[in-house]
């Protein structure tokens, strides 16, 4: 079962989906994790290549990086 099917099986429709996704992404009860303020460190210390992209639907990353003192363009 792929990603995209197990989303359309528990969540049917199209505003189901949406409102699930809705959810996750505005959670307000979930931290960076320290793999996220790794992350921030890293990408603070490249001098090249200031791009990163993700597939996950939470601010979580973008959190670590603002709270590290990381610029982020969003």
Not at 27 to 37: E, F, L, N
């Amino acid at each position: 079962l792929s990603f995209p099917e197990a989303i359309k099986n528990r969540f049917p429709t199209r505003s189901e989906r949406n409102q699930e996704f809705w959810r996750l992404s505005t959670r307000s009860d979930v931290r960076p994790s320290t793999g996220h303020y790794d992350l921030a460190r890293i990408q603070n210390s490249l001098k090249t290549h200031k791009l990163i992209l993700t597939t996950n639907f939470d601010h979580l990353l973008e959190d670590a990086l603002i709270r590290s003192n990381v610029p982020v363009n969003i």
